[in-house]
């Protein structure tokens, strides 16, 4: 691999890699690089996403490595995991639960320069390299979108989610996780869109925001079509929220919503974006903690399987 730079910011080593990664302490060109954000700090319904990134990783082993539904294999990938955002030192700073909005924030904060710092000289383009963020509530999304908007003025941003996610900041927080695509947004510039689709709980401010913008797509065929009729080389980032998918599929999220999707038809999107100019991704929201069975952990870990296929274009260009 031909490494770019070295890493620059504090990371921390996953108690256990993705499957078929490679770990790594650098950013190289042409290569997918897995890494996780650990805060669930503005959460305000049921925590434990923070413990998300791991908990995929340490079961991402149980699964194949070959994915019958994109006939492909990570196994031979050019892809790292960098670990996850050091934080803070647990051993010298207050649980979440006792600590102040201000600490709270801050967490979140160093996260977000942290992964700035770690990118943004990058040229994602020009080297070719995509970043799968790894949740974390959906706040976390903030740093990777905007990275990505900043260095590709024509972005798709597709949005998948129970939550429309546009408020103008919760429960005092800003940067919420009710918030984050309202967050985005204000950087989006004139060559930028938004899509999103699976969304079925907001408040009506938050769907009049959608219906005056065309952003919200209401069913499954019209959304494929729409995927399927952007330019081949238009680049696209897909923010994932795993309460997209419906509670009886996938439980372990701190705020589930009925009516949502199956895996196939994250897998129709998928069979799409394989031919597209997929650039970077997130995904966020899983709390292992709620789902006791640890079925949504497997759930996850199969979905980035996916996402890493999907992001290596069917494994046609960035093979070992």
């Known amino acids: ?40 700090g503005t959460a305000c319904f049921r925590k434990g996403t923070k413990d998300g990134p791991n908990a995929l990783r340490e079961v991402s082993d149980g699964i194949e490595s070959y994915s ?41 904060q160093k996260g977000t320069d942290d992964f700035v710092d770690l990118f943004s000289d990058v040229n994602l383009q ?11 509530e959906h706040s976390i999304s903030y740093a990777p979108i905007k990275t990505y908007l900043d260095q590709y003025d024509d972005l798709t941003l597709i949005h998948l989610d129970a939550h429309a996610d546009l408020r103008d900041g919760y429960l005092g927080y800003h940067y919420s996780h009710a918030s984050i695509i309202r967050r985005v947004v204000d950087h989006f510039g004139a060559g930028h869109e938004l ?42 980032y897909l923010t994932l929220d795993l309460d997209y998918f419906d509670p009886c599929y996938f439980p372990g999220t701190g705020t589930p919503e009925p009516g949502g999707e199956d895996f196939h038809s994250f897998v129709s999107l998928c069979k799409i974006l394989t031919n597209k100019n997929f650039v970077g991704c997130d995904v966020v929201e899983l709390a292992p903690n709620i789902d006791a069975s640890g079925n949504s952990d497997v759930f996850a870990a199969k979905v ?17």
């Open 68 to 108: 019958p539904y994109l006939d492909d294999d990570i196994d031979g990938i050019s892809f790292v995991d960098l670990g996850n955002f050091k934080l803070h030192n647990l051993t010298e700073q207050p649980q979440l639960v006792d600590a102040s909005s201000e600490f709270i924030e801050s967490l979140w």
């Open 304 to 320: 980035v399987r996916e996402l890493i296929l999907c992001l290596n274009n069917s494994g046609t260009s960035n093979h070992a």
């Open 1 to 40: 691999m031909d490494l770019i730079k070295a890493i620059n910011v504090d990371l921390t080593p996953a108690n256990v890699v993705f499957e078929c990664s490679i770990e790594q302490s650098g950013i190289f060109r042409d290569t997918i690089h897995i890494v996780g954000f650990e805060f669930d």
């Open 126 to 136: 020009q080297d070719n390299v995509k970043v799968l963020t790894l949740g974390g």
């Open 195 to 236: 899509i999103q689709y699976g969304i079925r709980s907001g408040t009506k401010q938050e769907y009049v925001w959608m219906d005056e913008n065309q952003t919200l797509i209401k069913d499954r065929t019209s959304f494929l079509k729409k995927i399927e009729s952007i330019p081949s080389d238009r680049p696209i």
